[in-house]
């Protein structure tokens, strides 16, 4: 028996890997609007998209490791034109993802100056054009920061502040203070027939994304057929009680009907603190936010786009929009994803409240990587038909039948989360509601027919 790799990573390690890659804060303020239901609603959103998204991108990881993941999954399945929309899909939607992440660490920022400035349109939108053109420029001048850099600023700024908010809010329960959340089984379980209680649905998805991300190390494991679905159940765990205590611990503390979805951390960590008499804690938790917020966003202004200079290599895209700089960064890339981000900021304009610009730009964000989704889920149904000798260091159990099950469970989970995140929460004011829905039909279309457009005008796909 041969021995395995110096280089194999343990299950403590892939744990780890998996937990940096999917928790994060922005998602908590949403989830909380759930109350006590939102245990429910992790569940159930563990179990059909995020360990499906799991198993299926460990399967194609290990069985097309090669540089570029999901672009090569689908090219392999379904062909250069079908691959080139679903690495733009990925660049697209993190487009649309980098101002509300902004927003966020800009509601951050605020408690650092004045907390009024969280709900200021024109404060929102100065902070996330400075925080994005600043994590450009940085990147354009070969001064990202590394994959190490990016895991500490993960661990400052997400789970030890995660970790903190919910130790505040077990020791908030255990010295008898007052719960805005009931805890009974008529609370914990929701009424699914209310479409109100559905709204949410699209924000807590989309928390649990990024497995796929990590599943690249699936084949890195020792003996991935056992210890790969070993990490991913222990991931879930920790990934699901993180969320579940943070989110709940904000919803303990905040009135459903003050919950802001920008500043609803941080306004809760500011209840907390004061009420234990730790306020000078407050600029410290929001240095670590900010910090954490700012590792993630440099780390992904660049990774998207790296995947559209794989597709550059089929002729999807003229060379002239990849061109790279003397320190190999596509700077002509960069500069496009720059204005294209400050035009999607100004949504925060042009709708009625921060809170509404935040909600749109989300569930618009969600829409396009569900589709995202949809690509890779089928791209693991026909490649196991097409090219079933492929070699799989992890395989997705019982045949045909388990691909089947596990691909098409997160397949109907992702269709039915789009079609719910059509339904505006009512406790957000959305405004005019054609407005709303004609947003998001008109952007996932265009979003969907854009690079079609692009091939046709200026791509000449290598055959």
Not at 104 to 112: E, H, K, N
Not at 181 to 209: E, G, M, R
Not at 260 to 265: H, Q, T
Request: hydrophobic share 55%; aromatic share 14%; with cysteine.
């Amino acid at each position: 028996m041969s021995k395995p790799s110096t280089k194999a990573l343990s299950v403590f390690s892939l744990v780890m890997i998996n937990v940096i890659a999917v928790d994060n804060l922005r998602s908590l303020p949403a989830s909380a609007e759930y109350g006590l239901s939102l245990i429910f609603f992790y569940l159930i959103g563990a179990l059909c998209f995020m360990v499906p998204t799991a198993l299926v991108s460990a399967e194609l990881a290990t069985g097309w490791p090669n540089a570029g993941g999901m672009y090569i999954w689908v090219r392999e399945a379904f062909g250069k034109k079908a691959a080139f929309i679903t690495i733009w899909l990925l660049w697209i939607y993190n487009i649309v993802w980098f101002p509300t992440i902004l927003t966020f660490l800009a509601a951050i920022f605020a408690y650092l100056i004045n907390p009024n400035l969280a709900n200021n349109k024109n404060y929102i939108v100065m902070m996330v054009l400075i925080f994005f053109w600043l994590a450009t420029f940085i990147n354009s001048i070969n001064m990202k920061i590394s994959g190490l850099m990016a895991n500490i600023a993960a661990i400052i700024g997400t789970i030890i502040p995660m970790a903190l908010i919910s130790i505040l809010g077990f020791f908030w329960l255990w010295q008898g203070e007052p719960s805005q959340i009931s805890f009974n089984w008529h609370h914990l379980l929701p009424n699914l027939k209310d479409k109100d209680q559905l709204s949410y649905l699209v924000a807590v998805i989309f928390a649990l994304v990024g497995l796929e991300m990590s599943a690249v190390h699936a084949g890195d494991v020792v003996k991935p057929q056992k210890n790969y679905p070993k990490a991913l159940l222990y991931s879930t765990f920790i990934i699901l009680l993180s969320f579940i205590f943070s989110a709940l611990a904000i919803a303990l503390v905040i009135p459903k009907n003050q919950l802001s979805l920008v500043s609803g951390l941080i306004d809760a960590f500011a209840v907390f603190f004061k009420a234990f008499h730790l306020n000078w804690m407050i600029p410290i938790i929001a240095i670590a936010i900010v910090i954490g917020s700012l590792g993630g966003i440099s780390a992904w202004v660049l990774g998207p786009i790296r995947g559209l200079l794989v597709a550059s290599e089929d002729q999807a895209i003229p060379k002239y929009f990849t061109k790279t700089n003397s320190n190999q960064m596509p700077t002509r890339m960069l500069f496009i994803q720059g204005i294209l981000v400050s035009l999607f900021s100004l949504m925060f304009i042009l709708m009625p409240s921060v809170n509404s610009s935040f909600w749109l730009l989300s569930v618009l964000t969600s829409q396009l990587a569900l589709i995202y989704y949809l690509f890779i889920f089928s791209a693991a149904i026909k490649l196991r038909y097409s090219h079933p000798k492929v070699k799989r260091a992890f395989k997705i159990p019982f045949g045909k039948i388990g691909i089947w099950l596990v691909s098409g469970l997160g397949i109907l989970t992702s269709i039915a989360v789009f079609i719910f995140s059509f339904l505006p929460p009512p406790e957000i004011k959305i405004g005019n509601i054609y407005f709303f829905e004609g947003f998001l039909i008109f952007g996932t279309v265009f979003f969907l027919v854009s690079p079609l457009g692009l091939i046709k005008l200026f791509g000449k796909l290598n055959p």
